[in-house]
């Protein structure tokens, strides 16, 4: 189940809405154990790709949600080069000044890693040093209950 940093969750309240509390962020997959809660540090975890549109810049999302889901825009192409070698097991969709440690302020999103019926799926979990990894599809779906 994906989760929710305290901060993004109390802004979603009051701010803004999660489209532009999320745009302009980027999306890091790690290797390793996974924090019990998006406002830990990573710990001992290692960064194996950072996902940016082309590489380079924050992401954005749709426009328009349907059915409680914010998806990926279109149009983006959603790509990194991997930064070290090893077996994805979680991502966090962060600003790209997170420092990774334990915050109560910064707004991240959560979730594990899989092939199958995790909340990010790709298509091999095996991440090696300097390939080029792309996201092709990404949603989050905020449930009805």
């Not at 940016?52 to 983006?76: H, I, Q, R, W």
């Amino acid at each position: 189940m994906l989760k929710y940093s305290e901060a993004l969750r109390n802004a979603m309240q009051v701010t803004d809405c999660l489209r532009n509390l999320l745009t302009g962020t980027e999306l890091r997959i790690y290797g390793g154990p996974v924090p019990s809660s998006p406002t830990d540090s990573i710990g001992s975890a290692t960064l194996l790709v950072v996902i940016k549109k082309d590489g380079s810049t924050g992401v954005s999302f749709e426009p328009a949600a349907s059915g409680g889901t914010l998806t990926k825009a279109a149009a983006e192409i959603w790509t990194g080069n991997a930064i070290a070698t090893g077996t994805a097991t979680f991502f966090r969709m962060v600003t790209p000044s997170d420092d990774n440690s334990l915050s109560l302020s910064n707004y991240r999103i959560q979730g594990n890693v899989a092939i199958a019926g995790g909340d990010m799926n790709i298509s091999n979990l095996s991440i090696a040093m300097g390939a080029p990894q792309a996201i092709s599809y990404f949603y989050l779906t905020i449930p009805e209950s």
